[in-house]
């Protein structure tokens, strides 16, 4: 579907269901798919292969420095804009909420972050999680955009990962939530 003419693999590639495809099983379907398979060394850097199952754990820990390392790019997902329930902005923190979707899931909590549209690129704050303050269901991302005041519902925007800052937690209001939220501020600003 793609009509793709060279994949280029790894000579440990294995893909599908158990991981039970590999070279071989792409060789089959050259001719009839029309590709050709190109392959390669495994990439290593300091002698540690890198790949992306090394990647996906780098992320689930909140190792984001190691994660742009590895990618040689900050990691990032790009998103619409859908609406909350406004209590970003009722508490002084408006937020651009995104659903995760099929991205790979950060680990919980707050990150230094910049958030990128089309007539913006802004250093923000952002929280990943469910809103345990607020008993939340639904993973999100919640970005809070340095000097963006307006409404950025159905807008695409591109959240890259810069610091992890804390984990996720549950307060007891919402007064203790804002003056935690001041305190993340300031040093999401140090390390933006």
């Given amino acids: 579907k793609v009509k793709c003419k060279y994949l280029y693999i790894s000579k440990n590639f ?6 039970k495809g590999n070279i071989q099983t792409l060789k089959k379907f050259e001719k009839l798919c029309g590709f050709q398979s190109i392959i390669t060394k495994p990439f ?3 002698k540690k292969i890198i790949s992306s199952t090394l990647i996906r754990k780098k992320i689930s820990l909140g190792k984001i420095k190691e994660t742009k390392e590895l990618l040689n790019r900050e ?4 998103g619409k804009v859908i609406k909350g329930n406004r209590r970003g902005r009722k508490i ?3 937020t651009c909420n ?3 979707n099929d991205y790979i899931v950060p680990r919980l909590g707050v990150y230094a972050v ?3 549209g089309t007539k913006f690129n802004k250093k923000g704050i952002a929280n990943v999680g469910y809103r345990p303050t607020f008993n939340g269901q639904n993973l999100l991302l919640e970005v809070n955009i340095f000097g963006i005041n307006k409404n950025l519902y159905n807008k695409d925007i591109n959240v ?3 610091k ?3 984990p996720e937690k549950k307060f007891k209001g919402l007064e203790q939530l804002k003056k935690q939220i001041k305190i993340d501020v300031i040093k999401v600003k140090k390390n933006v």
Avoid: D, T, Y
């Fill in 75 to 78: 990691w990032n997902i790009k």
């Fill in 98 to 100: 995104i659903k995760l």
């Fill in 14 to 19: 294995k893909f599908g269901f158990k991981r």
């Fill in 92 to 94: 002084g923190f408006p």
């Fill in 114 to 116: 910049k958030a990128k």
């Fill in 160 to 162: 890259s990962f810069i």
């Fill in 44 to 46: 290593k850097r300091n």
């Fill in 164 to 166: 992890f800052i804390r």
